[in-house]
C-alpha cells in the first residue's frame, strides 16, 4: 500500500516551460514532505523541502504548493532547464526518519 | 568531505547464492538507513541502524535478509539465498541524528541483478 501518490509518472517540457508534479496523502500524522531529485545512476539529493504550517516554499527555480485541507502537495519547477532532466520524488514522513516515498516521475527538458 | 559510499554498484548474483551490500555513511554520521527500489516504484524504508544497534527493522522482510552496522567498519545488508524477486536497486542513506528534521544523504546505491 503506497503512502504517497504521485503524479504524473513522466512529463516532457520544453526548455523554459513550468513542469508540475502532484503528489497526494492520506495519513494526517505526516509533518514533513521532502522532495528528492535523481539523476541516472546516483542516489536522490533533498532538493526541497516543506512542513505543514507553510502552503508554499520557494528554493531558487523550485517551489512547492501545499494544500494541508486537501492532502496534496506539488512541485514546480520555473523556467526549466536540460540539466533538470531527472526523476524527482516526493516523500512524506511522520516525527520520526520513515520516509514514504511516491512512485517518481522521470522529468525530460527539451533544449 | 566524502559523500554517502556504498559498493559495490553492481552485483550479479545466481539463485540461492548470498548478496552483501556495503555502505560508508558521511564522516561524523551515525545513523544509516536502507531502502530498496524496485522498478518503477519509488524507494521503500527496509530499516534503521544506529551503531552496533538496530532500531527499526519494519520495512524488512522476516526471513533471508539481515542487517548490521558495527562499531568499525560499513553497515552491512546481507541477503542469503537470493531470489529474482530481490533484483533491485538498494539505497543507503545516512543522517547526524535520527530527527525528521535531519537530513538524509543518499548514496549511488548498489543494483542487485539475481539471474
Known amino acids: 500500500q503506497q503512502q504517497v501518490k504521485q503524479s504524473p509518472q513522466s512529463l516532457i517540457v520544453q526548455k523554459g516551460g513550468i513542469p508540475i508534479i502532484n503528489c497526494a496523502y492520506e495519513?494526517?500524522?505526516?509533518?514533513?514532505f521532502p522532495w528528492y531529485q535523481q539523476f541516472p545512476g546516483k542516489g536522490p539529493a533533498l532538493l526541497i523541502a516543506i512542513r505543514p504550517d507553510v502552503s508554499e516554499k520557494k528554493e531558487g527555480r523550485f517551489t512547492i504548493s501545499f494544500n494541508k485541507s486537501a492532502k496534496q502537495f506539488s512541485l514546480h519547477i520555473m523556467d526549466s532547464q536540460p540539466g533538470d532532466s531527472a526523476t524527482y520524488f516526493c516523500?512524506?514522513?511522520?516525527?520520526?526518519?520513515?520516509?514514504?516515498f511516491g512512485a517518481g516521475t522521470t522529468v525530460t527538458v527539451r533544449a | 568531505n566524502a559523500g554517502v559510499m556504498q559498493n559495490p554498484r553492481h552485483l550479479v548474483r545466481r539463485r540461492g547464492q548470498e548478496a552483501r551490500l556495503r555502505c560508508s555513511p558521511m564522516k561524523g554520521h551515525s545513523h544509516v538507513y536502507w531502502y530498496r527500489q524496485l522498478p518503477e516504484e519509488g524507494l521503500k524504508f527496509m530499516v534503521y541502524l544506529q551503531k552496533e544497534n538496530i532500531i527499526d527493522e519494519s520495512g524488512m522482510p522476516k526471513e533471508r535478509f539481515s542487517a548490521e552496522f558495527p562499531k568499525e567498519g560499513p553497515s552491512i545488508l546481507r541477503i542469503q539465498q537470493v531470489v529474482r524477486g530481490d533484483s533491485a536497486a538498494y539505497f543507503c542513506?545516512?543522517?547526524?541524528?535520527?530527527?525528521?528534521?535531519?537530513?538524509?544523504?543518499f548514496g549511488p546505491g548498489t543494483r542487485l541483478t539475481v539471474l
Open positions: 516523500a512524506a514522513s511522520t516525527n520520526d526518519y520513515k520516509l514514504s
Open positions: 542513506a545516512s543522517s547526524i541524528r535520527g530527527r525528521t528534521t535531519d537530513t538524509q544523504y
Open positions: 495519513n494526517t500524522a505526516f509533518d514533513y
